[in-house]
């Protein structure tokens, strides 16, 4: 069955080329002689709007961004702005419908002049609602739409470790890029592997750091870009909810091409990747319940309550509820999810009977205290909290051995109560 998720690249792939036709054939029929030119505007105001967004998000991740991710945002933001300008032209029609109706000949004068009041009312109430929607669409866009970036480094520059480039698909099909980092020449071949799953904006190289106390300890590392980050492919980001998807997809590679009898999968994961790993690990598959732990860097529990502690903390709460009520269940419909109903709380809980570590900063700026402790207090036991007291940025983490080290022993000592 074709999945809303793969069918809307193609419904934004499509819409140029059909606003570009639909002006073409309103020329050629007189009705619309500037139709043409309202088209080529909308698809050069997207351009610079893609290009802008696609070079603001990689100022602010301090990556590297290729032109053909230029491309890309400059055609989807224009595809959004083609896609609303059908909705304004609906909307016109509506309207004049409307007044034909209010302002029909043949009526008394006091009812003409109710019909005209109602047309003015009608004109404005047709304003506010595209203003709303073209609000409502761009922000949902802003939110799911990936520019993808690449960060500098590997395992070889940033470990000192030899790695394999790998690829494989994630379960719905998205292809996927990885690294598989396994004991060097010479050493024992390792039975525990670790998937190594980034946080939300980063790929595999920004979360290395995280796997190198791991990788020195024996432990294999399969650390992979999630769909619309990095290398992988698509271009639609859902926080953590489809990204689980990528992360059955990585359990199933491991079981088909690294087999080890007795050997246990373990996961790390940051932000949206720990989530994505408690979702995996929650599904009723195969692959599901083949993760044996989980341990989750900054997590939360619901994409709402984080949106709205996020808001509290910025001080923008108008702000929060806009992103909350209309952005994020529109970019949900664009990727086919219903993003208010996941709940990363309640996958939590069915991790059971295998254990979870859950790691926080006291001062995080990406993911509030609260959001992660929530999390934390619902699940089952057994489960472990570490916190770092220190007001510690969310990379800084990365670098602390002390965490570090508590990550390598509950991996270490990890077992399921029954």
Known sequence: MLSIYRLVPWIYLLLPIAAAAWAVRARR??????????????????????????????????????????AVAAYWISATLCGLGAVGLLLGRLLNVFLRVC????????RWRLGAAAGMVAVALRGALLSGVALGILAATVISFRPKVVHPGNPQTILHHAFETIDFPATDGVHLRGWWIAPAEGEPSARDTVL?????GADKAVALPLARDLVDHGFNVLAFDFRAHGESGGQLCTFGDTERRDVLGAVRWLRASHPTPGGRILGLGVDMGAVALIGAASDPSLEGQSIDAVAAVDPFDQLDSLIDAL?????????????????????????????????????????????LLVIQAGQDSVVPLSAGQILFEDALQPKYQYWI???????????????????????RGAKTII
């Open 389 to 411: 007291e220190d007001e510690t940025p969310h990379q800084v983490m990365f670098e602390d051995r002390a965490a570090l080290g508590v990550i390598r022993v509950f991996f």
């Open 311 to 355: 808001a509290e903390q910025r001080e923008t709460p108008v702000a929060g509820w806009i992103i909350s009520h209309v952005a994020v269940p529109l970019a949900g419909l664009q990727c086919g999810v219903d993003l208010r109903s996941w709940s990363p709380d309640r996958d939590a809980q069915m991790l059971w009977p295998r254990p």
């Open 196 to 200: 190594l799953c980034h946080g939300f």
């Open 103 to 110: 302002l029909a000949p043949r009526q008394s004068y006091w």
């Open 29 to 70: 029929r007189g009705g619309r002689p500037g139709a043409l030119r309202s088209v080529a505007g909308l698809c050069f105001a997207g351009s610079l709007m893609g290009v802008a967004l696609t070079l603001t998000w990689s100022d602010l991740l301090g990556a590297n961004v290729s032109p053909g991710q230029m």
